[in-house]
């Protein structure tokens, strides 16, 4: 794919890019090691005052920036300010907490002989960090926020469809105080990976993206021997049982669908509904989804804009065309517009069978898949039944069965009564091919760091309780 702003809603080629040669590669990442240095030395106290002002900067250059977001790959421009707000709460959040979730914790020293035994997180050093388009601002900053916060240094290798955010972040740390080469973007295409991530300058490395992509550095990352965090795709399930409030979780469903243009990954996709109020919700769901508006994603009216880009919009298409094809029933949408940009509406496609792709695939589109199940142990096998695990969704006013659901599901996240989002203060990822590590919270500020055992004795001859060795 070339290093272009194509903006989605009209298919105008806006800008390109020429990129990076392996030798400004190469001259980036020792800017990144040096850096490391610097950064390294910093207080927590240093580098919160520049994680404040990366969060002033954001919200100073709110407006302009979701407007570029939203040229760039077509989320409303209304979701794009709300992302920006979103970054910058991550920032203040870690800003504020980093030393705090970062604090050495004291060990049982008298059990182990020491005179003092304790666990200190350390950075690790330069993070290669490849990340999507979808959120282009937030996806960088879930990571970019703790890392840098922790002291480690970061290398972003950004989607090349959004190129003009990858620079704008480039700037914005350094804007803030932070020393030069501690955030750098690399204008490379995902070829350029390789030669990143068995340089041995570069310590670690986080991927958001497909699963293709994250079996490709996790392969690569193990070979090198270098930790990994992948954030990467799922099918959510979103299960609606007799005791729920049927019209608010046929609202909620639409937002969970259709947020920012359904292309989420955190989006619930299945929609598995208890016979009972399966006519109900199917009815209020579609008229939903059949009255949000689609169009022009900087007009303050419009729900959903286009799809990000051409080939997203064929997948989705043909993946609804499949369905329909071997007999699956559309309840509304189904049909891309005439018209320039790569629009399609929100649909609901239902009857689906397990030779139809919608029922494995993720679909990163407006589209969501209806089952009727019978039973609670029927939903649990269809919810699970995907090699995604990344969110899942219920909703029951039954407190047995809210255990059930958060003991059963088998996913990072289970959210009963309210849509799947991500939060600074709770950690975020999956399971099973939805990938591995945890982002926010104190997991995903730790997961970059070097957890040190230090253990102190007295230093006399006869002082120390090492039992054996390793
Ligand atoms: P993608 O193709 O995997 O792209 C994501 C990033 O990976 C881009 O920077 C891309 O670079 C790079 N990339 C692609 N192939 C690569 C390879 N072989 N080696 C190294 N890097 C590679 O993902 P997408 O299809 O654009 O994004 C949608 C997917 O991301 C969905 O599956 C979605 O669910 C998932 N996602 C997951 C999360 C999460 O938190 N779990 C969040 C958002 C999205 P180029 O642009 O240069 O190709």
């Not at 298919?11 to 980036?28: C, H, I, R």
């Not at 972040?169 to 020393?179: N, V």
């Not at 259709?258 to 199917?282: E, L, M, P, W, Y």
Request: glycine share 10%.
């Amino acid at each position: 794919m070339s290093i272009a702003t194509i903006n989605p809603a009209n298919g105008q080629l806006l800008k390109t890019y020429d990129p990076m040669s392996p030798e400004q590669v190469d001259a980036a990442i020792g800017r990144a090691a040096d850096a490391f240095r610097t950064l390294h030395s910093t207080t927590f106290a240093e580098r919160g005052r520049w994680m404040n002002a990366a969060a002033d900067l954001l919200l100073q250059e709110c407006d302009e920036l979701a407007q570029l977001m939203t040229v760039e790959m077509g989320k409303t421009f209304v979701s794009a300010r709300a992302e920006v707000a979103k970054c910058a709460s991550a920032c203040r959040f870690y800003a504020a907490n980093a030393e705090r979730l970062l604090a050495d914790e004291p060990g049982d020293a008298k059990a182990v002989g020491a005179t003092r035994a304790f666990t200190r997180y350390q950075p690790l050093g330069p993070v290669l960090a490849v990340m999507p388009w979808n959120f282009p601002l937030w996806q960088v900053m879930r990571f970019a926020a703790p890392a840098l916060m922790a002291g480690n240094v970061g290398l972003l290798k950004h989607a090349s469809n959004v190129p003009q955010t990858a620079l704008y972040l480039d700037e914005l740390f350094r804007r803030a105080g932070f020393p030069v080469g501690a955030f750098q973007a690399l204008i490379v295409g995902y070829e350029a990976v390789e030669q990143v991530l068995v340089d041995p300058r570069v310590r670690a490395a986080t991927l958001t993206g497909s699963e293709r992509a994250g079996r490709s550095v996790a392969r690569i990352a193990g070979q090198e021997i270098k930790k990994t965090v992948l954030e990467l795709g799922g099918s959510d399930p979103f299960v609606v049982m007799p005791s729920a409030d049927v019209e608010r979780a046929a609202e909620v469903a639409t937002t969970a669908r259709c947020q920012n243009n359904g292309q989420s990954c955190i989006a619930a996709k299945r929609f598995i509904v208890h016979t009972d109020v399966f006519d109900a919700f199917a009815e209020a769901f579609a008229l939903r989804m059949d009255a949000l508006q689609v169009g022009d994603p900087m007009d303050p009216t419009t729900d959903v804009g286009p799809l990000a880009t051409e080939q997203g919009r064929i997948d989705v298409e043909e993946q609804v065309d499949d369905a329909v094809r071997l007999g699956a029933r559309v309840l509304c949408g189904g049909q891309r517009p005439e018209g320039d940009g790569w629009f399609y509406p929100p649909t609901v496609v239902t009857d689906l069978t397990p030779s139809m792709r919608m029922w494995t695939e993720e679909v990163f589109g407006p589209v969501a898949g209806l089952f009727r199940v019978d039973s609670y142990e029927e939903a649990i096998d269809l919810a699970n039944g995907t090699n995604f695990g990344l969110g899942s969704n219920a909703w029951t006013r039954d407190p047995a069965e809210q255990e059930r659901f958060a003991r059963d599901l088998d996913a990072g996240s289970v959210f009963i009564n309210g849509m799947t989002t991500s939060f600074p203060e709770l950690p975020f990822g999956g399971v099973k091919n939805s990938g591995y590590g945890r982002e926010l919270s104190a997991h995903g500020i730790r997961e970059f760091c070097n957890t040190k055992t230090v253990w102190v004795g007295e230093g006399t001859a006869t002082g120390g309780a090492g039992s054996h060795s390793e």
